[in-house]
């Protein structure tokens, strides 16, 4: 709590009227203003002294903050720390390096770096990645396949006119399917023509079941489905058919 000058004069004429004795001096501050509504701890008797003998004046002392580094320190200072520490805290960042938390947050926005929250998924153990995940993946096969020109060449002394055939009029396409679950391969199973999500969601209604008749019902009921990204499967009548499935 700060007083007025007023009441900092009377407390020093208390000090000097009690001979620097400061449990002396409030009780004489007391004794000569008794009307008012609050008087000063002991304590503040002490800062005052002190502050007095060490300034030779009453009025409290003007803080002033020492900038110890410039700005760009600042900010190597406060990314080292999420670098360092991914997983730190805006408050620690803060209380490490004595510097305020809105400081702390708008640096780290500054420099592109996001509290990104990681998903929660199902614990598995070794043993299930190999028997309760089906891995299964996809490759399009067609008869205007292109090649890598690079690894094709044919070293002469002369231009020779190569030609290659690489396209075709009448044009095909097949996707091949497979996976594998433990010690069993499922497929390999064929879907002509590009592949779309409702070739993909047939897919999974009608043919993935018969595909797995040869594995046994306990496996089968707690197995994992994983295929990647493909746009075919990652329409939203397959996720909910996979989720509900």
């Not at 700005?71 to 305020?100: F, K, L, T, Y």
Request: hydrophobic share 30%; proline share 4%.
């Amino acid at each position: 709590m700060n007083y007025s000058k007023e009441e900092l004069v009377n407390m020093v004429y208390a000090i000097g009227e009690a001979h620097g004795n400061c449990l002396l001096a409030s009780r004489i501050y007391q004794a000569n203003n008794p009307d008012l509504q609050r008087y000063p701890l002991t304590k503040c008797f002490v800062k005052l002294k002190e502050r007095f003998e060490r300034t030779a004046n009453a009025n409290y002392e003007k803080t002033t903050r020492t900038h110890v580094c410039s700005n760009q320190d600042r900010q190597i200072d406060i990314v080292g720390c999420a670098i360092q520490n991914p997983s730190i805290s805006i408050r620690e960042i803060s209380d490490e390096i004595s510097i305020s938390k809105s400081v702390v947050h708008r640096t780290l926005k500054k420099n592109n770096f996001h509290p990104y929250h990681p998903e929660h998924h199902q614990f598995l153990t070794e043993q299930d990645c190999q028997k309760r995940v089906l891995f299964t993946d996809e490759s399009s096969f067609a008869n205007t396949g292109r090649e890598n020109r690079h690894n094709y060449h044919h070293y002469a002394d002369q231009n020779p006119r190569l030609m290659r055939e690489d396209d075709h009029q009448h044009r095909f396409k097949v996707n091949v399917l497979a996976g594998i679950c433990g010690e069993y391969v499922i497929g390999p199973h064929f879907l002509e023509g590009n592949l779309t999500g409702n070739g993909y969601m047939q897919f999974l209604q009608n043919d993935l079941l018969q595909l797995q008749r040869h594995i046994p019902p306990d496996d089968l009921n707690s197995q994992w489905f994983q295929h990647d990204g493909a746009p075919a499967h990652s329409t939203l009548a397959i996720s909910s058919n996979l989720t509900t499935s």
